[in-house]
């Protein structure tokens, strides 16, 4: 990831033009992170007054380092409030499809800012910053189709454009003009003395620009009293709640198979659970319970913890992704949806809490593991997918009605055993798959489940009519077990076709039907407000995406994406 540098190297600490040179460099950080000029100007500024405040007594190292700590904080807060304002032909342009967190990463390196600094104030050292940076120019290269801009040149967009520099160096003068305003006069160095400074994303009505929110310390100390005894009230209720009889002992040897690390990590309590990761990233978002909806909160393998990822619409239909470890929440990626009406409405579901307890009373369990809830759609029907584990070796799928809690389907594995060689690899069994259902052609369907359940292959695929098949064959001689097939009992002769529709759905994920990592996991025909849809859900080593596309048009309905 290292290329030539554009900038001019930086001044020795303790020469006068330092500060005007961190600051160029800061706003070049801002610049690349939020992808607004504008937005990056105020930030930069908040950033660094607010840090020559704090650290007024401390070296100019400790004040570079707690103005770039803070600028990357308030820039995480104000990404999904800024739109990409770069211009088309600008090689900085692509970046701002990448999610906050990777464009970060790549914005630190593209700043050119001194590799101890950033150490300092991001926690990352040089080898764990290219690292960062590798992956987000891989996410550019799959966003732009296999082309992603040269280091260099995003270099040179950043550091060499004049307007930016100029802008920078304004930004530096208007900075050092407050700070020796604040310096020079007594009534502010006296209100330093009372309140204590949070920086907040709050924007003038006036301007639109972003300013600092100031709270009196006698204020602060209230609100701390009042969160404290509304914690210990939780507490004695949590204390005084019955006990849950232990759960029934089984005799499958199954259960005797380890589990993943990261699911021991919950069982043992070193990661929060699935609802308190939900907790903790309405508290971080400062929103309400009541005000939001879960859309996907998904436990994954963390780097020495469990994580999750939280992903949630707001009132407005704004929707947020969150990643959640140890306790805290950092967040990912927002964005507006197109349309407010897809935001269903919630009057009358049942609670999460509720639909988890009558999930585990399906599995005749008390206590589990919840690895994934994630809502979706059948027709106007909304369902939650609750996926738990007791410990690892046997893993439940239960959908539930969100509004009744009704069952509408459940599913239970236990962990795959290894393949001791004597089992079919999964192009045999797609082919014997595809035979059984009638000697189809790969190019004929669409593959929409491949995986081992035990000596158990399953396959499922959608033909171009929408006819679904499941095919359940013996991993080890081939032989069906099991055939189920849905056909679609409409006419479905006037419509543009399932493989048309996926094409479509790709094209809209900036994707193409020859890219060997996109996996479907649904295909399949739907009527929504009185007229024929295709309903579809994909994958990528990197993202999830839902797409809903017109059966006759091809017109793009609906459309998600999101980070795995």
């Given at each position: 990831?290292d290329?030539?540098?554009?900038?001019?190297?930086l001044?020795?600490?303790?020469?006068?033009d330092r500060?005007?040179?961190?600051?160029?460099?800061?706003?070049?950080?801002?610049?690349?992170?939020?992808?607004?000029?504008?937005?990056?100007?105020?930030?930069?500024?908040?950033?660094?007054i607010?840090?020559?405040?704090?650290?007024a007594?401390?070296?100019?190292?400790?004040?570079?380092?707690?103005?770039l700590?803070?600028?990357?904080?308030?820039?995480?807060?104000?990404s999904?409030?800024?739109?990409?304002a770069w211009?088309e032909?600008?090689?900085l342009?692509?970046?701002?499809?990448?999610?906050?967190?990777?464009r970060s990463?790549?914005?630190?390196?593209l700043s050119?800012l001194?590799?101890?600094?950033?150490?300092s104030?991001a926690?990352?050292?040089?080898?764990?910053?290219?690292?960062r940076?590798?992956?987000a120019?891989?996410?550019?290269?799959?966003l732009?189709?296999?082309?992603?801009?040269?280091v260099s040149?995003?270099?040179?967009a950043?550091?060499g454009t004049?307007s930016?520099?100029?802008?920078?160096?304004?930004?530096?003068?208007?900075?050092?003009?407050k700070?020796?305003?604040?310096?020079s006069s007594?009534?502010?160095?006296a209100?330093?003395?009372?309140?204590?400074?949070?920086?907040?994303?709050?924007?003038?009505?006036?301007?639109?620009?972003?300013k600092t929110?100031?709270?009196?310390?006698?204020?602060?100390?209230?609100?701390?009293v009042?969160v404290?005894?509304?914690?210990?009230?939780?507490?004695v209720?949590?204390?005084?709640?019955?006990?849950?009889?232990?759960?029934p002992?089984?005799?499958?040897?199954?259960?005797?198979?380890?589990?993943?690390?990261?699911?021991?990590?919950?069982?043992?309590?070193?990661?929060?659970?699935?609802?308190?990761?939900?907790e903790?990233?309405?508290?971080?978002?400062?929103?309400?319970?009541?005000?939001?909806?879960?859309?996907n909160?998904?436990?994954?393998?963390?780097?020495?913890t469990?994580?999750?990822?939280?992903?949630?619409?707001?009132e407005?239909?704004?929707?947020?992704?969150?990643?959640?470890?140890?306790?805290?929440?950092?967040?990912?990626?927002?964005?507006?949806?197109?349309?407010?009406?897809?935001?269903?409405?919630?009057a009358?579901?049942?609670?999460l809490?509720?639909?988890?307890q009558?999930?585990?009373?399906?599995?005749?369990?008390?206590?589990?593991?919840?690895?994934?809830?994630?809502l979706s759609?059948?027709?106007?029907?909304?369902?939650?997918?609750?996926?738990?584990?007791?410990?690892?070796?046997?893993?439940?799928?239960?959908?539930?009605?969100?509004?009744?809690?009704?069952?509408?389907?459940?599913a239970?594995k236990?962990?795959?055993v290894?393949?001791?060689?004597s089992?079919?690899?999964l192009?045999?069994?797609?082919?014997?798959a595809?035979?059984?259902?009638?000697?189809?052609?790969?190019?004929?369907?669409?593959?929409?489940?491949?995986?081992?359940?035990?000596?158990?292959?399953?396959?499922g695929?959608?033909?171009?009519?929408?006819?679904?098949?499941?095919?359940?064959?013996?991993?080890?001689?081939?032989?069906?077990?099991?055939?189920?097939?849905?056909?679609?009992?409409?006419?479905?002769?006037h419509l543009?076709?399932?493989l048309?529709?996926?094409d479509?759905?790709?094209e809209?994920?900036?994707l193409?039907?020859?890219?060997s990592?996109?996996?479907?996991?649904?295909?399949?025909?739907?009527?929504?407000?009185?007229?024929?849809?295709?309903?579809?859900?994909?994958?990528?080593?990197?993202?999830?995406y839902?797409?809903?596309?017109?059966?006759?048009?091809?017109?793009?309905?609906?459309y998600?994406?999101w980070?795995?």
């Open positions: 990831m290329s030539e540098r554009i900038s001019p190297p001044p020795a600490a303790d020469s006068p500060s005007t040179a961190v600051i160029r460099l800061l706003y070049a950080y801002a610049a690349a992170a939020l992808c607004d000029e504008s937005a990056a100007y105020s930030t930069v500024s908040e950033a660094v607010s840090a020559a405040e704090k650290k007594s401390a070296s100019s190292a400790e004040r570079e380092a707690e103005a700590k803070t600028l990357i904080r308030l820039c995480s807060a104000r999904g409030e800024t739109a990409p211009q032909d600008s090689p342009c692509p970046t701002g499809r990448l999610p906050f967190q990777s990463d790549l914005a630190l390196m050119e001194p590799p101890e600094l950033i150490e104030a926690g990352l050292s040089g080898s764990e910053l290219s690292g940076c590798g992956k120019i891989r996410q550019l290269r799959f732009q189709h296999g082309q992603a801009p040269d040149a995003l270099k040179q950043l550091h004049p930016l520099r100029a802008r920078a160096d304004e930004l530096s003068r208007d900075i050092q003009d700070l020796s305003k604040r310096q007594p009534e502010e160095q209100a330093g003395s009372r309140i204590h400074q949070i920086t907040r994303s709050t924007a003038n009505p006036e301007n639109g620009k972003y929110v100031r709270v009196p310390l006698w204020a602060m100390i209230c609100g701390a009042l404290c005894g509304m914690a210990v009230a939780l507490t209720l949590a204390v005084r709640k019955p006990q849950q009889p232990a759960p002992e089984t005799s499958d040897s199954d259960t005797d198979m380890p589990a993943p690390k990261y699911i021991k990590d919950v069982s043992e309590q070193r990661a929060p659970a699935l609802a308190e990761a939900q903790t990233v309405l508290k971080e978002a400062g929103l309400a319970p009541e005000s939001v909806i879960f859309l909160t998904k436990l994954t393998d963390g780097s020495s469990a994580r999750y990822t939280v992903i949630f619409l707001d407005n239909g704004k929707q947020y992704e969150y990643l959640t470890e140890n306790g805290k929440a950092v967040l990912q990626h927002t964005e507006q949806t197109s349309n407010l009406d897809d935001r269903p409405n919630t009358g579901w049942r609670s809490a509720e639909l988890r009558l999930a585990l009373s399906c599995a005749n369990l008390q206590t589990a593991v919840f690895t994934k809830e994630k759609t059948d027709g106007d029907v909304y369902y939650y997918k609750i996926e738990f584990t007791e410990d690892g070796s046997r893993n439940y799928s239960v959908y539930l009605n969100a509004r009744t809690g009704g069952l509408m389907r459940y239970v236990d962990a795959d290894p393949d001791d060689g089992l079919i690899p192009s045999d069994a797609k082919a014997k595809l035979l059984r259902a009638g000697d189809l052609k790969p190019d004929q369907v669409l593959f929409t489940k491949e995986k081992r359940e035990g000596t158990v292959w399953v396959i695929f959608t033909l171009d009519d929408g006819t679904q098949y499941t095919v359940e064959l013996n991993a080890r001689t081939g032989m069906a077990n099991a055939v189920d097939v849905r056909p679609v009992s409409a006419d479905t002769s543009i076709g399932t048309k529709a996926k479509a759905a790709l809209k994920a900036g193409s039907a020859e890219n990592g996109v996996r479907f996991s649904k295909a399949k025909i739907d009527r929504s407000n009185a007229a024929y849809v295709y309903e579809f859900e994909f994958q990528t080593a990197d993202y999830e839902e797409a809903t596309i017109n059966a006759m048009t091809g017109e793009v309905l609906k998600r994406v980070m795995i």
